[in-house]
């Protein structure tokens, strides 16, 4: 192993500081924003909601996060085979990066690949755990497969993350009121 001299250990240190510190400060904004939408007292969480979104969309590289915004681009045009592609080469180029797993599982969702897209939310949670839109997908794909209990799990896994979800309170009551939970 090659040890650098001691006269350039202040720059390796400065070189790791300068790469190592904007990541721990993303780390650290993200967080701080989890932090904020537990509060029950946040009013403005759709705010924060999309500030997490937008950090969950940066790869880190600008050719990552055009094949990431080609690919929503192409869902939205309801061009399910393009975003699938455009998004399978973002998972093929950069399988750390959690939100393009998670884009292409809704385009699977979007296609019916109830299997696909549970393997990409699987992926999803392997990289980012705090990722309640996976979850609620998950959640979705649970009750449309007739496994109300598990959804049920899933669908208060995410709520426990983020608690300001009006879609996934409405499914939590819905399962409850059809599993017999709940007085209607």
Not at 8 to 33: E, G, M, Q
Not at 86 to 101: K, N, R, S
Request: with cysteine; proline share 5%.
């Amino acid at each position: 192993m090659i040890r650098p001299a001691p006269l350039l250990k202040p720059v390796f240190l400065a070189l790791a500081c300068s790469v190592a510190s904007p990541l721990a400060a993303a780390a650290d904004h993200i967080d701080d924003l989890f932090a904020e939408l537990q509060d029950p007292g946040t009013e403005n969480w759709q705010g924060v909601e999309s500030e997490i979104w937008q950090e969950w969309s940066k790869s880190g590289s600008a050719a990552m996060d055009l094949l990431l915004q080609r690919g929503r681009e192409a869902m939205e045009a309801g061009d399910l085979d393009a975003a699938i592609d455009h998004l399978t080469a973002l998972t093929d180029h950069a399988p750390e990066f959690a939100e393009g797993w998670n884009a292409r599982a809704t385009a699977f969702y979007q296609e019916g690949k109830l299997g696909l897209a549970v393997a990409d939310i699987e992926r999803t949670l392997a990289l980012n755990p705090r990722h309640f839109g996976a979850l609620s997908g998950f959640g979705m794909i649970l009750e449309e497969l007739g496994h109300p209990g598990r959804a049920l799990e899933v669908y208060d896994a995410a709520l426990a993350i983020h608690p300001h979800q009006p879609s996934v309170e409405e499914a939590i009551e819905r399962i409850k009121r059809e599993l017999g939970e709940q007085e209607i």
